[in-house]
């Protein structure tokens, strides 16, 4: 399995030098096979057109499956080049709630934005997703609701027979309970999805320090991602979503900080980044 980021930026893009080695664009991973163009991309945020530009005039045909609504998780969707080439075919799933296209327009349609997203040029199919096990583009795909702010909320366990990663986007574990730490309740749905994997791409917009002020926004911390990783036995940890004011230097420090001793290997997500799987530990 190939992992390709193309933007790890949680809530609003950033821009700047002090953003260019981690990078500024929101949301979006795509998987692929065997070195292949990605099939799958987990979420839509303005990474997305990072994607397209990596396709260098190819065709998009594959899925694009939402973890959930937000903007900075769906605002790639009307800029996505690649889907006006002819022979594109994309197919968007969302956390199942009632009309896909409905719901997406909410925040797609005049006045806020020009076109509805069946207006969009191209092949798209919207559709909703259930929670439970699917088989997408040749992926075996585990979708499970986890807490977060303001709308249904999926995370996904996603693997090609041979390797496996989650993804915890936006994770408020502290919805469900403090846990012992108070940093919010290792509970059963994140433990299923991120058992035993050989990354998990996790939430860490906020540390420890300065959670009790920013909590109410719906993420996780550094912490409790560490904490999670090492109480589902992960490989490998990438701290991702991060913070739109975190700057490189801030994010290298978050790093150096994290407790990844042991058989956890911890490093913070960065837009451009490729990692094939299964690989030797802290190998590509």
């Known amino acids: 399995m190939r992992v390709q980021l193309f933007g790890v930026r949680g809530s609003t893009p950033a821009s700047g030098a002090e953003f260019l080695r981690h990078g500024g664009h929101t949301s979006c991973v795509g ?35 939402l973890s959930h609504l937000h903007w900075d998780h769906v605002q790639g969707l009307p800029f996505f080049s690649a889907a006006e080439h002819p022979d594109s075919r994309i197919t968007v799933l969302i956390p199942e709630q009632g009309d896909p296209e409905d ?23 919207f559709a909703g997703l259930p929670e439970g096990q699917a088989e997408i583009e040749g992926f075996s795909v585990l979708a499970r609701d986890i807490p977060h702010s ?4 999926f995370g996904f366990r996603v693997s090609d027979g041979r390797a496996t990663i989650a993804y915890l986007s936006d994770h408020h574990p502290l919805g469900l309970g403090p846990g012992h730490d108070g940093l ?14 050989d990354l998990l791409v996790h939430d860490a917009q906020h540390v420890q320090r300065e959670f009790p002020a920013k909590a109410y926004l719906g993420h996780s911390t550094v912490e409790y991602a ?7 036995h992960v490989r490998k940890l990438l701290l991702y979503h991060h913070d739109p004011d975190r700057t490189d230097d801030d994010i290298d420090a978050i790093v150096a900080a994290a407790d990844g001793s042991g058989s956890l290997h911890v490093e913070a997500a960065a837009e451009g980044r490729t990692i094939d799987l299964p690989a030797p530990l802290g190998g590509e």
């Open 31 to 65: 998987l692929s096979h065997d070195g292949a163009p990605p099939t799958l991309v987990l979420d839509a945020g303005t990474g997305l057109r990072r994607l397209a530009h990596a396709l260098r005039d190819a065709a998009f045909l594959g899925t694009i499956a």
């Open 103 to 125: 719901v997406l327009a909410r925040a797609m349609s005049p006045p806020h934005f020009p076109v509805r997203p069946s207006q969009l040029r191209g092949a798209w199919r």
């Open 150 to 153: 303001g709308g249904r909320t």
């Open 184 to 197: 919010g309740d290792r509970h059963e749905a994140a433990l299923t999805l991120a058992d035993g994997v």
């Open 226 to 232: 560490v904490a999670l990783a090492r109480e589902a």
